[in-house]
């Protein structure tokens, strides 16, 4: 079984430019979550798919931010225009439930660079 | 709000010590605790996890036991090798009372090396 895709796995683009991530979750997996770590400090949550529909999109940083899950399958993180404070590493991971004792699977990450 | 703190790295060991690596948390309710590994060049998985209090999380030879007398989730080996090298976070999921969407809260990350 295939585990959580995500593309590209890395990009370096210019400030004011525009960085699509895709993530592929898990076949079956309705929860989908995007994280971010910044500069080597904690991930933080970014947001919460369950199956199409954003259940908590709390952490998203401000509206250059766009997350979709069209159809319920993968997802795509859209940052326009991406400010240098963006760069990072995200990260993409899915589970069947999102109950307290069920374990999310990650993907290895996308590194973004904003130069 | 749920917050988890985990000690300052790096961490450099020689192979055959003993790793403590320290994680204290705050959290309303009985969170579920987690440690989550990053290998070089590698996507996180879990190393390990506890979801009640007095629970013992086990794993490749790492320990971690859920205290909520002292909000801890100390993560140890008895003896290190080379290829544990990698960056621990220690993470939270709260509890279904706390209106807790199944996310993960995270520490920091430690880094930790391993030198034969």
């Known amino acids: 079984e295939a585990g959580v895709t995500q593309f590209p796995s890395h990009s370096v683009i210019e400030k004011g430019q525009t960085v699509t991530l895709r993530c592929d979750p898990i076949?079956?997996?309705?929860?989908l979550y995007w994280y971010r770590r910044v500069m080597g400090k904690e991930i933080k949550f970014l947001l919460h798919?369950?199956?199409?529909?954003?259940?908590?999109e709390s952490g998203m940083p401000n509206n250059r931010f766009l997350a979709e899950r069209t159809g319920g399958t993968y997802s795509t993180l859209k940052v326009q225009p991406a400010e240098l404070e963006d760069s990072g590493v995200y990260f993409c991971?899915?589970?069947?439930?999102?109950?307290?004792?069920?374990?999310?699977?990650f993907g290895q990450g996308t590194r973004l660079t904003v130069v | 709000g749920n917050s988890v703190t985990q000690m300052e790295g790096p961490v450099t060991l020689s192979e055959e010590a003993f790793l403590t690596i320290n994680c204290t948390y705050t959290?309303?309710?009985?969170?579920?605790l987690f440690w989550y590994v990053q290998y070089p060049g590698e996507g996180l998985q879990l190393l390990l996890k506890?979801?009640?209090?007095?629970d013992k999380g086990s794993n490749k030879g790492f320990e971690a036991t859920y205290r909520k007398e002292t909000t801890s989730f100390h993560l140890e080996k008895g003896s290190v090798q080379v290829s544990d090298s990698a960056v621990y976070f220690c993470a939270l999921k709260g509890d279904m009372g706390s209106s807790n969407t199944g996310k993960l809260i995270f520490g920091q990350g430690t880094t930790l090396q391993v030198k034969p």
């Open positions: 959290a309303t309710g009985y969170p579920s």
């Open positions: 798919f369950v199956k199409e529909s954003k259940q908590d």
């Open positions: 076949s079956g997996h309705d929860n």
């Open positions: 506890a979801t009640k209090a007095d």
């Open positions: 991971a899915s589970s069947h439930y999102s109950s307290p004792n069920t374990e999310a699977f």
